[in-house]
């Protein structure tokens, strides 16, 4: 690309130089991690945005320029640039210079007034921290924001060349009270242990039924459902070609795909290396490996065995839950592992990440939050709850002290007091609706 194809890229990218407007949706929502990236306009470290394809990285980024905008900055001074379908190395300086030569109008040193730089799906370009790293350190008045689909490369990139330079956080689909207000209903502060009936239930559990079957990838929410399939598979089929295949240059794809709808079927199971390694016809070290290249480009989310002792944490294989719920539109799956996998994604969005719990009879428990004082949570999707159903809960309870414990049903909604302990009982919906989750 030479630098008049280049500099034409960039104003069509950054519209508000004519006009100082940006065209946004007009049903957008502020995302629950909105206000904390507004704060960090006014941070010189650089802000990172990772996450999955079609969570709605871009849209932050483009509801942040808005923002400046809106507060009388120049419109000159926002530099927004995606690199989705560049292929070009080294073009993060060339872009910037010719910004500041062609744009600007004065070198970098001249520079007054804080400048801007919006860099979306960095990772496809070799190198990307090193170029930046070289602006920030100048000590230039620039504010820059980045994102990516790819973990690995932006926690290397960011973890080895920006170490101090970098905060990156983690953009998840959107979480069941986002997808309420998405649809006009504010679902208000809610603790976990503090639930209240709200007054719109049965609207809310009409969502419910849809978020399940539709997930938190915003792109689909507007599609008709017989489109739906089909979008989730080009999603897929973009990051398995984008960003694994190109990134860490795989070479059996069949396994890379065979592997993950292994998981979209059975999402919510521990992973056993021997059983995936003889169906699919290739090495434990492969498996493991691919593995981790699914969990870094966001498809699927690890949950590892609770246990006091780190040793054992790691000793014991994880559960494997894909990312979203979307992604049961490419094969079915039970619905409790349905729900289980939304109740789990729920919670990493809102608290440290959760872990699953097992002891030497068998006995398991599907999640646990924290680890001083852990609280066991079982997901038992159906109406009726039999005294069996939350057994495992009441072992783990008595075996860590535990006082409070949690099941989450289909519509029964109570708080039971057993052996000295409490056990609450919560409606799927209603629990997704909860926030508030930290836990030592």
Not at 357 to 374: A, C, H, T
């Amino acid at each position: 690309m030479n630098e008049e194809e280049l500099l034409t890229e960039l104003t069509e990218q950054n519209p508000w130089w004519r006009d100082g407007k940006i065209k946004l949706k007009d049903n957008l929502i502020t995302r629950d991690i909105y206000p904390q990236l507004i704060n960090e306009l006014k941070s010189k470290q650089i802000t990172g945005l990772i996450g999955l394809r079609q969570i709605g990285k871009t849209t932050i980024l483009k509801q942040q320029i808005n923002h400046l905008l809106n507060n009388n900055i120049n419109k000159k001074n926002i530099l927004y640039f995606s690199f989705d379908s560049i292929k070009e190395e080294k073009i993060i300086k060339k872009i910037i210079f010719l910004y500041f030569s062609r744009i600007l109008k004065k070198p970098a040193y001249e520079l007054k007034d804080t400048i801007y730089l919006f860099f979306d799906e960095v990772q496809k370009i070799k190198d990307w921290s090193e170029d930046l790293k070289s602006f920030y350190d100048k000590e230039y008045p620039l504010k820059i924001f980045i994102s990516g689909s790819s973990s690995m490369n932006i926690l290397k990139g960011g973890g080895e060349s920006l170490i101090g330079r970098i905060n990156i956080h983690k953009i998840y689909p959107f979480s069941f009270r986002e997808y309420l207000k998405y649809n006009g209903i504010n679902p208000g502060a809610m603790s976990i242990y503090n639930i209240k009936y709200p007054p719109e239930a049965e609207k809310i559990k009409i969502l419910f039924e849809n978020y399940l079957k539709i997930g938190g990838l915003p792109g689909l929410y507007e599609l008709e459902e017989s489109q739906l399939k089909q979008a989730v598979k080009t999603i897929i089929d973009l990051t398995f070609y984008r960003n694994i295949v190109n990134i860490f240059n795989i070479k059996r794809t069949d396994i890379m795909e065979g592997l993950f709808y292994c998981f979209v079927k059975e999402s919510g199971n521990t992973v056993n290396y021997n059983n995936l390694s003889f169906s699919l016809k290739t090495k434990f070290e492969t498996i493991k490996t691919y593995i981790d290249y699914l969990d870094t480009s966001f498809m699927i989310q690890k949950s590892l065995f609770f246990s006091k002792s780190t040793r054992k944490t790691f000793e014991k294989n994880p559960k494997i839950y894909v990312a979203d719920n979307a992604l049961f539109l490419l094969n079915g799956t039970q619905t409790g592992l349905v729900v289980e996998t939304c109740v789990f994604n729920h919670l990493l969005k809102y608290s440290n990440r959760p872990s699953y719990w097992q002891d030497k009879k068998s006995r398991e428990v599907d999640i646990i939050l924290g680890k001083k004082n852990p609280l066991p949570i079982e997901v038992k999707y159906r109406s009726t709850i039999r005294k069996e159903d939350f057994q495992n809960v009441l072992f783990f309870m008595e075996e860590y002290k535990a006082r409070k414990g949690i099941v989450v049903t289909r519509n029964y909604f109570e708080e039971q007091k057993i052996n000295g302990g409490k056990i609450l009982f919560i409606p799927a919906w209603l629990f997704l609706m909860s926030e508030q989750m930290n836990f030592p």
